[in-house]
């Protein structure tokens, strides 16, 4: 295993111990999203860095909200590498927990809470990074900044997107290390680790039928809530078209690449018109796979709020929906409301409530490169993929910066374990492998060093 230098010079057995605290402390910060409250434990990070003779800021878009920015300054010889990870978590039910989602109790070598791995994880990591290098001395040719952030969860407004907005200057970087990636993920005995490239846009919509207000009594055509129910069933019962992208391409032939007979057939059928239809709904063994893959190949809408009506006697004169639009890598929002209106035909009008683009940045770099030469070097049997999500990260406000985003958290997850990433993201009984997070941690090290001095 050929590591950066640095990487030998630390005592691993008493940092990853440290670095596990200072997870649990962030980890019972009740930073449910909303209303979110980060300020205090972006806070509690910021005197951990200040203890280290970093200066660290805390920046507040408002009561209770809090984003903490760090900058290890480097020689400038290279633009900036940031760390991002956002602070807020979305709601945990403790009912349905085993353990108290903000107790941070471990057991059975997990550590258990809300944040775990989505993403206070990351938080501890880069904040433990900057204190390692801010020790050893050393000015490496890029700056490394960490930025832990308030509000993605609910769509960045509070977090990354209002720093991009109010302090460019301090997050602003060549490439950043974050949202979603780096964790194990095991299929059909092969090791692969994700590293997000790409993620598609959004477009919330809110749609609107008129109808004409009159007495319960006397049914009408025109009755708005009707009328707005019978097309919200044609959009979330109809399928737009595809769209094949070159990361969506790139995703499914590197996992197609590595995989046994039949799925290394099958994989690459979904990227072809005629077949990829038949291979969603016939040939994919589970359905929560297919769905995913569906989501990632064309422009989706969920239905999500309906507004009709405020008493049982009264025919409303309107009724609203609205529609949770995603946008395909390669597509737009002008395309996306033209396949929409396909669906819905002509009694709804449209108005676009949060719109962003998609996310992509190539593969093609010197830093993917160094995260995968990485990854292989912790894990010889480790594959890495460039990855792409349906969802969103604070990706989103970075690269209104230009700064290349890529999905690189690293925790392993022993193959042995039946239990998958994607299962407790946002689930029950979040948790973390007390190993996994502290071999993830000395990756990530690894990968920053690396890419900063490189
Ligand atoms: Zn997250």
Known sequence: MSTHPLVSRIDWS????????LLRTLLRFDTTNPPGNEHACASFLADTLADEGLEPEVLSPGPGRGNVVVRLK?????????LGAHLDVVPADPERWSHPPFGAEIHGGYLYGRGAIDMKNMAAMSATTLILLA???VKPKRDVIFAG??????GCDHGSGWLVDHHADKVRAEYALGELGGFTLHLNGRTFYPVQVAEKGICWIRAKVRGKPGHGSIPTAENAT??????IARIGRGRMPLHVSQPVRRFVEALAAHQPVPAKQVLPLLLHRATAQTVLDKVMPDRASANVFSALLRNTISPTVLRAGSKTNVIP???TAELDGRIALGSSATELLAELRALSGPDLEFE???????TET???????????ETVRDHDPNGIPIPYVIPGFTDAKSWSRLGTRCYGFSPVRFDPTHDIKFSELYHGDDERIPVDGFQFGLKMLFDAVCRIASA
């Open 352 to 358: 676009v409530i949060k719109e962003a683009p998609p």
């Open 14 to 21: 008493l940092e990853g111990p440290t670095a596990l605290e």
């Open 317 to 319: 004169g309107e009724a």
């Open 74 to 82: 480097g020689t400038g010889e290279k633009p900036p590498l940031l």
């Open 362 to 372: 190539s593969p093609d770099t010197e830093v993917f490169r160094t995260i995968g």
């Open 226 to 231: 009707v009328r707005l129910a019978e097309a």
């Open 149 to 154: 952030v308030a509000d993605e969860e609910v």
């Open 135 to 137: 020790r050893a001395g």
